[in-house]
């Protein structure tokens, strides 16, 4: 079982080999261009992105092109080269980067750039309350902190890099927080729902196992009732906040009681995957029966376990999901290899399939952001915000790449992900301008005729909307409103037959 408690945060307690002589002539920036070059996925992917985005890009490419390299002296200096990658899964880690802490409360941010305390993780925080607005961090206009904060986050497009900061104020290492200004005490001006304003100044502390399983909670209770009527729509709403079956008792238990002589390595994680997919198909089963739509809610989710996730989204529909593959770099120079993921055998699927609302947001990741891609391959209705675009993955017991000076480690994907429904890619070796040039078209918009990816450019709804303050005030009750609104309006949903 030890290999199923992997941590919902980053981990950054690895063992660290001695660090290198004081006399090396060789630059952290030296060193690490190499690494990219020799292991990073696909540069060229991250130039066409940047290429398409401009406004999005951040940073140079100074880091893996061109004759002068920069020394990145410090860790600010790392963070700003690391950026222009635009992928969500860097982490600077090791000793070095400090062990991961936290103010004991979860934010959430608006489009406009408005920020609210969202979740408590610790009991112990009592100064300040869900639903309060942020109006300043240490003296700062929270829109200014989050734009300055974002341009030292990693990920792809500038709104979820806010979102992304703004929970790395909540949960984050020494080392990010040193990045983005902040000391060991952040202090907060508030205003809480009658209006009144105060100051408090919240202490970072060490984020232990209690607080990881209460934040793996706060992340899957819903701000949305259970069942909703608009429109004459009747709406069932399923939440999925993050994809960490170690912390769900029945995965515990289900792949204990499936350990012994005979198992298979994987037959375990299945047995569990398989007790949280049944006990949800419960839930969705009931809701099914007495909705017209169902709308499921991955608004902040933290990604997780990518096989749990398509198992949950094969419970939701019973038609196939995109194939997914994961891209690496080939053998030779201008190649790629793609191995298709791991097709798990079905834990069930909905009695009674309805249409499907998908709700993203800025800061839906990585396993959500899969959820997403997935379910509207098969024809759901993708709503809300583009997400940050975490589209690859890297194994979750890398140590990173060791920087021969500073003594940092820095993680990144190993792996980009490909979907497809068309069947134009297959396993083995591809030219990778073939395959950059497939997924690049028209922007890199998503597509059910065609391979289409995630990696930097995230999901991009089919009905875009815009998170407000009043959606952080309600939990999002409003937009529903708007949402279907504006479905019936474009004629994109069903009439109601009763």
């Known amino acids: ?43 060229a992917w991250v130039e066409r992105y940047r290429q398409a985005f401009p406004a999005e890009a951040q940073g140079n490419e100074s880091l893996w092109r061109g004759a002068s390299v920069p020394a990145l002296e410090s860790a600010a200096e790392l963070t700003d080269a690391l950026a222009a990658l635009q992928d969500q899964h860097i982490g600077l880690v090791g000793p070095k980067a400090g062990k991961q802490r936290t103010l004991g409360v979860l934010f959430r941010t608006s489009s406009d750039g408005a ?19 942020v109006l ?23 709104r979820s890099r806010m979102a992304e900061a703004a929970l790395k104020l ?87 009681a499936a350990e012994g002589p005979n198992a298979t390595e994987d037959g375990p994680m299945l047995a569990g995957y398989c007790a949280i997919v049944r006990k949800r198909l419960v839930q969705i089963n009931a809701l099914a029966a007495d909705s017209d739509l169902l709308l499921i809610d991955l608004r902040g989710n933290l990604g ?29 120079p201008g190649s790629l290899k793609l191995v298709e993921q791991i097709e798990d055998p079905s834990c069930g699927t909905i009695a009674t399939p309805r249409p499907l609302l998908v709700w993203t947001d800025a800061g839906t990741r990585s396993g959500g952001e899969f959820m997403a891609a997935w379910l509207w391959s098969t024809g759901a209705i993708v709503v809300g915000e583009q997400t940050i675009g975490a589209g690859g993955g890297r194994d979750s017991a ?35 301008s073939t395959l950059i040039d497939l997924i690049s078209r028209d922007r890199f918009a998503p597509s059910r005729a065609r391979p289409f990816a995630l990696q930097a450019v995230g999901v991009q709804p089919d009905l875009p909307l815009a998170t407000n303050a009043e959606d952080l005030a309600d939990g999002g009750v409003a937009a529903v409103g708007r949402i279907v609104a504006r479905l019936v309006e474009q004629g994109l949903l069903p009439p109601v037959r009763r």
């Open 1 to 43: 079982m030890k290999n199923l408690l992997a941590c919902l945060l980053p981990c950054a307690a690895f063992a660290l080999p001695a660090a290198a002589s004081a006399q090396t002539t060789v630059t952290d920036g030296q060193a690490l261009r190499a690494d990219l070059l020799q292991h990073y996925p696909s540069l």
């Open 115 to 133: 920020m609210s305390v969202w979740r408590h993780v610790d009991p112990g925080v009592t100064s300040v309350r869900n639903g309060d607005q």
């Open 136 to 158: 300043t961090i240490d003296g700062k206009p929270v829109a200014r902190w989050l734009e300055q904060a974002g341009a030292r986050t990693f990920g792809g497009n500038r």
């Open 170 to 256: 909540g949960a984050a290492t020494p080392v990010y927080h040193a990045a983005v200004g902040l000391s060991d005490t952040v202090r907060l001006t508030l205003r809480d729902t009658t209006g009144a304003t105060r100051t408090v100044e919240l202490a970072y502390r060490p984020v232990t196992q209690q607080a990881i399983v209460a934040l793996s909670e706060a992340v899957e209770r819903s701000d949305l009732p259970e069942k909703m009527q608009v429109l004459g729509y009747r709406i069932g709403t399923v939440r999925f906040g993050a994809f960490a079956p170690q912390f769900d008792a029945d995965f515990v238990a289900a792949a204990e």
């Open 304 to 332: 997780g376990f990518a096989r749990e996730a398509r198992l949950l989204a094969r419970a939701l529909t019973p038609k196939p999901l995109a194939r997914t593959y994961d891209v690496f770099r080939g053998s030779t």
């Open 398 to 432: 890398a140590t990173g790449f060791p920087m021969p000076r500073s003594g940092l480690r820095v993680n990144y994907s190993g792996n980009f992900a490909v979907l497809d429904s068309a069947g134009d890619v297959k396993v083995g070796e591809m030219k990778e």
